[in-house]
């Protein structure tokens, strides 16, 4: 693909527990162009943020990358030196919003001074012209840029969440990754983070990979999904068809959780059952405990990713040609 930002292959992600290694990202694999918004779906558990720490090959121990590749204009991000990463890739051409960000602001640090310390580390930018930048960032996300000065209890959940996304726009990337930007926040104030990241997103051109367990959020974003399960992708594709045309029962099962009116994450109905527990899944596919319409062969063989549609990928085996 001409236009292709991020290609990721094959990447696992295992964290060596003393109960055991847990499989938290197993096998994973996605395109991302440039400019595209890709939104990364499943219930809590599944690996979306392992995922996304494992995109900046910035994965907590004891957790580490064991197999595939992250592709970055032809580097691969997964073999990368912690040095390199720093010098060429985080915050200059991938950053993130961590989930919970806003309430990890440091409280003794002013606002102004949190969001200049990546430009002055990572980019050697001076202390005077980092300010400037400052100021630029904080009208950028819709903030007052007298906020600089403030100390982060002074301000609201809003607008603590626009300032972690200032931080993240502060050098310029082509890609941010938003790990449940808008989990903690009241309904209104998700909908304005909501806008602001489209906003942004059309005004600086950027890929942004939008990770929550809200499919009503990716609605309004996003123009890819993918979506995981224990550690897979089960499903992956053009946003408008997955929406109209699921094909995973999972992916349907998600969409059926979709309240109508969007309200609290605990007034979702969720699917019967639990995710299987990493460290030991079930053999074959993942979902079949949960699946209304399991085989014989779910419970026995992994089924394969099966391209269903222009760039739709659904691993189940109903779609299987046998
Ligand atoms: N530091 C860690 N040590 C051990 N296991 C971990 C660690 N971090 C995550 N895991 C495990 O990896 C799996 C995936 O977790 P991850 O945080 O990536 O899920 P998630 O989809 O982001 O969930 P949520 O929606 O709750 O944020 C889970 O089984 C989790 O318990
Ligand atoms: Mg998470």
Redesign the pocket.
């Given at each position: 693909m001409a236009d292709e930002l991020l290609r990721v292959e094959n990447l696992k992600t295992y964290?060596y527990?003393l109960r055991g290694v847990?499989k938290?990202?197993d096998n994973v694999s996605f395109t991302l162009r440039k400019g595209e918004v890709m939104g990364l779906a499943?219930?809590?558990?599944?690996?979306?943020?392992?995922?996304a720490y494992s995109l900046i090959n910035l994965v907590?121990?004891?957790?580490r990358i064991v197999g595939g590749h992250v592709y970055l204009d032809g580097m691969d991000l997964a073999q990368m030196s912690e040095h390199e990463l720093r010098r060429k890739v985080r915050w200059k051409r991938i950053s993130m919003v961590f989930?919970g960000a806003m309430n990890a602001l440091t409280p003794v640090y002013t606002v102004g001074y949190q969001i200049a310390e990546p430009m002055i580390y990572h980019a050697g930018m001076d202390k005077q012209k980092a300010m400037e930048r400052v100021e630029e960032l904080l009208s950028l996300v819709g903030l007052d840029p007298g906020i600089a000065k403030r100390y982060p209890h002074e301000l609201s959940g809003g607008q603590k969440q626009r300032v972690v996304i200032a931080m993240a726009l502060a050098l310029n990337p082509d890609l941010v990754i938003a790990?449940?930007p808008t989990t903690a926040l009241d309904v209104v104030v998700q909908a304005q983070i909501l806008n602001l990241l489209k906003e942004l997103q059309r005004k600086l051109k950027m890929s942004i990979i939008l990770?929550t367990?809200d499919l009503s959020i990716i609605a309004e974003l996003a123009d890819k999904v993918a979506v995981?399960y224990a550690?897979k992708i089960v499903e992956w594709g053009p946003a408008d068809v997955i929406f109209t045309e699921p094909k995973h029962p999972y992916t349907q099962a998600l969409l059926r959780a979709i309240p109508r009116l969007r309200g609290p994450i605990d007034k979702l109905i969720w699917i019967p059952g639990t995710p299987p527990d990493?460290v030991a899944p079930p053999p074959g596919c993942r979902f079949y405990p949960r699946c209304t319409k399991v085989m014989d062969i779910c419970r026995r063989e992994e089924p394969p990713m099966i391209e269903i549609g222009k760039e739709h990928y659904v691993s189940c085996w109903l779609y299987a040609k046998r």
């Open positions: 964290f527990t847990v938290a990202v499943g219930e809590s558990g599944c690996g979306k943020s392992t995922t907590p121990p004891p957790g989930q790990d449940e990770i367990h995981m550690g990493l």
